[in-house]
Structures are given as structure tokens and as C-alpha cells.
């Protein structure tokens, strides 16, 4: 492992520069579970849902709740960072203008490619955007805190939140499908991979706290 002392600029622009790619990826990487149409992460559900109800487009749902999630950190006594401020904005504009842009797909062999290419896109996302070390998402924040609030297993504190969150989704209408189910089964071994991929060594040359970060892995 190399100890060679990294030029704090050059550190500093390659942490943003992870933290916004990671961010855009995040959010066509969404765009690409809802083109395929097979199902969405879990808030992925809630935001489909929302915007199906309110005639909002998906990603400035997003912005919302994000915005919502972010308020819900005052009581709680969360600090956010400028990865989670930047959280709210990004993903959502990332996810409105890939769906712009991206055609719809027909077909189910196309279209579990397309929902095999969102997944994955979003593991490499979450490994850029968790190394990038800006603070968590406004979701995970929400999550952490209740644990220390409550006193509750993360583990715990995170079913509950995201069962919450599929249920009141698909009631409203989002899609659930065996995109949410294999979406949940592979974002963790993919999002571990990717965290050693893109770790960024500190200011001093070391190695980033990969057990932190993987602790820290962003659920949206």
C-alpha cells in the first residue's frame, strides 16, 4: 500500500471530483430502474409513486423528499456535510435529465439489461459518492441518527425505514418488481467492491477508513 503523501489540492479536487460524478451516476443510475420499468429501489418507489400521484416529474420528488429527510435531521442533531446537501439537488437533476435524454425501452430482454445496467451503475456510484467522505446522504443520516436516538440496531432502524417506505410507494403506485428484490440482494457486494475501487488515500498517504465507509453505504 502506497504511503506517498498526496498534494492536499490535488486530494481535495479529486474528493469533489468523486463526490459530484458519484452523485450524477446515483441519479441515472435511478433513471435507468425506472426506463426499465421491472422495479425501483426503495425510495426509487416512493419517489415513482409521489410523482405519479402529484403530476411532480420523479427527480424533483426527489428533491423534495430529500429536502423533507434533511429537516427531520434538527431533532435528531445530525450535522450534514456538503455531500448531503449536495445529495438533495443532484441526484434528483441527474435522474430528470437522464430520463430526458434516455428512449424508452421495449422488450424484457432489453429491458433486464437496462435494470442489470442501473444496479450496477449504482453500486459504482455509491463507491464513488461514500469515498468521496462529504457527509451522508440526507436517507442514511435519517437512519443513523434514529439508531442513536433509539438505541435500535441500524439494522433494525433501516427495515423499518425502507419496508415504510416500499409499502406507502407502492399504495401510491410506484413500481415494484424483481428490480427492488435484486437491487436489495447485490447493491451491498457491489457497493463493497466499488468502496475499494475508488478509495482515496488521506492527506497523509494512508488508506480511507473502508470499515466506516462501508458502514456508511447510501440507501436511497
Known amino acids: ?85 449536495s445529495n438533495v439537488f443532484v441526484v434528483g437533476l441527474a435522474m430528470d435529465g437522464t430520463l430526458a435524454l434516455v428512449p424508452e425501452v421495449h422488450g424484457l430482454v432489453a429491458r433486464s439489461g437496462v435494470m442489470v445496467a442501473g444496479i450496477v451503475l449504482n453500486g ?40 415504510a417506505v416500499v409499502v406507502t410507494g407502492f399504495l401510491l403506485g410506484g413500481s415494484l418488481g424483481v428490480g427492488t428484490v435484486l437491487y436489495a440482494l447485490a447493491i451491498g457486494p457491489l457497493a463493497q467492491v466499488f468502496l475499494r475501487v475508488f478509495a482515496i488515500p488521506d492527506g497523509g498517504g494512508t488508506s480511507a477508513d473502508a470499515p466506516a465507509a462501508r458502514r456508511s453505504i447510501l440507501r436511497r
Not at 506517498?4 to 433513471?31: E, F
Not at 434533511?70 to 442533531?77: A, N, Q, V
Not at 463507491?127 to 451522508?136: N, Q, S, V
Open 1 to 85: 500500500m502506497s504511503t506517498t503523501p498526496v498534494p492536499q489540492g490535488a486530494h481535495l479536487t479529486r474528493r469533489l471530483v468523486q463526490l459530484y460524478a458519484g452523485l450524477a451516476l446515483y441519479g441515472a443510475s435511478s433513471a435507468l430502474l425506472v426506463v426499465a420499468g421491472l422495479g425501483l429501489e426503495p425510495w426509487g418507489v416512493l419517489h415513482q409513486g409521489l410523482a405519479e400521484r402529484t403530476g411532480i416529474s420523479i427527480g424533483v420528488v426527489s428533491i423534495i423528499i430529500g429536502a423533507i429527510v434533511l429537516l427531520l435531521w434538527i431533532p435528531l442533531r445530525q450535522r450534514p456535510g456538503l455531500g448531503t446537501v
Open 124 to 163: 459504482v456510484a455509491t463507491g464513488l459518492y461514500i469515498t468521496a467522505r462529504f457527509g451522508p446522504g440526507p436517507r442514511d443520516g435519517l437512519m443513523t441518527g434514529l439508531h442513536r436516538r433509539t438505541g435500535r440496531s441500524i439494522r433494525l432502524v433501516r427495515t423499518a425505514i425502507e419496508v
